[in-house]
């Protein structure tokens, strides 16, 4: 098929909702007899009319509701490869602003990034770390991952993580010659390293086994407003942390951290990269979501195969 007769079809399907030519030609930017020429031309080419006019009225035949049908979906399929095609010569490029809890950005986004703009280096990123909640209506951020469903309904929210969780961890040093944690309860006489966000002071753990649940208020001498102090902490053998999964993922592979009460279900954290309005997921939006959330999936499943094999040594 030739250029024109391809435009031809073009025209003609977005001829087809329209109530006349002179409609048709308005939205296409074009004259009323450049759309007429362009749908005789197509109705000889192929041998049926495509439309019954009169003078008030425009209306699709039997033949050319068929047709209209399969050329949607043939300029759909189209518009596809010429996406994958752009994708695959590099063609996702611009800025995002991005705003990223603390712990995470710093121990698993950064080098995450460093590998994406290896991949689209016509991408900028201008990152802002952070563990409050960053207004997206009002400071210039087009994204921002987010630990939680959002609460705000209007946000769309792209899964990154969905079964992400909360663990208690402590590092080995801490651990040696401590009393034994296997409840919840527990962990009452132990020192434990709590996060605190605006006025809230997160020293209420809950756990879940066989359909209870058990909250312990934990006492701490350590707290802080940034989830990396909190870890580092841990790590260093001042206490226990209540850490999200996923941000100490490389602490347990490495042996830095340990995680407990294997036996109890913990809460859920679901991670989410999170915009204000939908047109911000363009293609370089789409690109980072994809690879932010092939990369937990990876670390997840590293993890997983990590704690089997040290889990199966020890039974």
Not at 25 to 46: G, Y
Request: charged share 20%; net charge negative.
């Amino acid at each position: 098929m030739t250029s024109k007769p391809l435009n031809d079809l073009n025209i003609f399907v977005e001829t087809a909702p329209q109530s006349s030519f002179s409609q048709a030609a308005h939205s296409l930017d074009v004259t009323p007899a450049a759309v007429s020429a362009a749908i005789k031309r197509l109705e000889a080419q192929l041998g049926f009319a495509l439309f019954i006019r009169s003078t008030r009225s425009l209306r699709l035949t039997h033949e050319g509701d068929i047709l209209l049908k399969k050329a949607e979906l043939a300029f759909s399929t189209i518009q596809e490869g010429l996406d994958e095609i752009a994708q695959a010569q590099g063609d996702i490029s611009g800025t995002l602003n991005l705003s990223v809890p603390s712990d995470f950005g710093r121990n698993q986004l950064l080098s995450w990034l460093d590998e994406f703009m290896g991949l689209y280096p016509n991408m900028s990123i201008n990152l802002d770390l952070s563990d409050g909640i960053t207004n997206l209506y009002h400071r210039p951020i087009d994204l921002a991952i987010r630990y939680g469903t959002p609460p705000d309904s209007n946000f769309v929210a792209l899964p990154i993580c969905t079964y992400n969780k909360r663990v208690v961890c402590a590092s080995p040093d801490y651990l040696h010659n401590k009393p034994a944690i296997v409840k919840p309860s527990d962990l009452l006489s132990h020192s434990c390293l709590c996060f605190m966000l605006s006025d809230t002071y997160h020293n209420r753990w809950t756990f879940w086994k066989a359909g209870e649940s058990e909250t312990v208020v934990v006492k701490s001498q350590r707290s802080a407003n940034d989830g990396d102090v909190v870890r580092r902490w841990a790590i260093s053998g001042h206490g226990i942390a209540y850490k999200s999964l996923l941000d100490i993922s490389a602490d347990i592979i490495d042996e830095r951290l340990v995680p407990l009460l294997p036996e109890w279900q913990s809460e859920p954290c679901p991670v989410y990269l999170v915009c204000a309005d939908k047109r911000l997921l363009n293609h370089p939006t789409r690109a980072l979501h994809q690879f932010l959330k092939q990369k937990c999936e990876q670390r997840m499943l590293q993890l997983c195969d990590i704690m089997s094999q040290r889990y199966s040594q020890t039974v």
